[in-house]
């Protein structure tokens, strides 16, 4: 399996992503059949547009409240408070939210990478984004590619980020190893792995959190299955879920 | 960056583990100069003689009333509740443990992979057998290597497993991205990057989960810092964990 970082331009609003990710992909030779593409949320967002002039942001009396706790501008928490589904915690520095299933920092709203004074917010729908992202890299390369919408994630009791798929495109991003048999023919207690999780932990180790002008990356040469319509989703309910009910 | 799996013969307690690293390295050129060596913690501890036959274990009342709570043997019970520092919930089919500062399934105690009748436990001293799998790797490859020892872990609100490193060592673990700028100029959101992670979950999709015999693999040309004495824990205590406190 190859990682491989593909150095993009700064993005813009309105930029056309896929040609800018199809020009960079040159340095490596193209994309190839079976390619997983592996791309930032940030980038996807700013291209889309969705970024926020803070000045031009009215704090309601709730954000203003829970800036003061957090320690954060005012203005960054109202777009939290708009982005966000469920608010987990308020802490110095950051609020933890649940977003589309997901459990984010604040609600993916995020000024790093941003122009000063601006504030990046997560793709609208990520799920179209990484689905038109596909098609029009498809079209570009004349090959069968995976999307992986990617963003950095922390999880309990882990110091530093590692990547997550917030959402994919043309590969099956679970696969489901029920029934598969262990090493002395028993059948597997692990029963999923999440390889759209493992895709964007293997890419954020070419791509950059900084400066760096690295947010995307190829993975090629790994065992994933490509698909038009994915049948499981690496998401679920909190019902659903092994920490349901679990206080941290 | 690039990710080989390693394929090992069967491996039985008392194996010597890093000599069947080096062979299997062959397939591969051989270990080189800052190669990370990713190894499943299952296979450690197999060789570390860390299997228990079940029939051999007595389970106590409470192992016995837990074991009609989640359904599994009260003999595999008896060994998550010695092996656990903490039990976190009891759920059919799992229970869900801190170990070592790790939350972890069962306490990190398995049966698959393991000789029917058997279970596998978690390495004694998982800090301990990679550095001595890296002192031993050293000296057989004449480079200078880094080795994470890697379990499968699922997180809230996810489907599947990803890679984490339960121990590692000659890496420094987690980069500390403090200070560095974004693309404008700007101090970073991200403070740090749970690099061991990343590569766990990097080669987890080139190892096998099954039957395959894949139970390691080597990371190279990956930007990682190597070490002595790694300044940073992947490992944070609950208080200083993001979600402390939250109940999912």
Chains 1, 2 share one sequence.
């Not at 190859?2 to 193209?30: F, N, R, T, V």
């Not at 790093?112 to 990484?130: M, Q, T, V």
């Not at 596909?134 to 994630?153: K, T």
């Amino acid at each position: 399996m190859e990682a491989l970082g593909l150095s993009l331009p700064l993005i813009e609003p309105g930029d056309d992503l896929p040609s800018m990710i199809l020009k960079a992909a040159d340095q490596i030779g193209g994309l190839r059949e079976g390619d997983v593409v592996v791309v930032s949320s940030k980038v996807v967002a700013t291209a889309e547009g969705r970024v926020k002039e803070l000045s031009k942001i009215r704090p309601s009396l709730r954000a203003k409240r829970i800036a003061a706790k957090s320690g954060q501008p005012p203005e960054l928490v109202e777009l939290i408070l708009r982005e966000a589904d469920r608010i987990l915690k308020i802490r110095r520095g950051v609020i933890l939210t649940m977003k589309r299933g997901l459990i984010c920092a604040n609600a993916g709203v995020d000024q790093s990478n941003a122009p000063k004074s601006k504030a990046i917010l997560l793709p609208r729908n990520p799920e179209k984004s990484a689905e038109r992202l596909r098609l029009a890299l498809i079209s570009g390369a004349g090959a069968r590619i995976g999307v992986v919408i990617s963003d950095s994630v922390v999880h309990p009791l882990r110091l530093g980020t590692v990547g997550q798929a917030i959402a994919t495109a043309g590969i099956e991003p679970v696969i489901d190893c029920r029934g598969k048999l262990d090493l002395y023919g028993k059948p597997l207690k692990i029963t999923y792995r999440a390889v759209a999780d493992q895709l964007a932990s293997a890419a954020q180790l070419v791509m950059g959190e900084a400066g760096e002008r690295v947010p995307a990356a190829v993975v090629r040469e790994v065992e994933i299955e490509l698909v038009e319509r994915p049948k499981l989703s690496p998401k679920i309910s909190p019902r659903r879920c092994l920490y349901s009910g679990v206080k941290l």
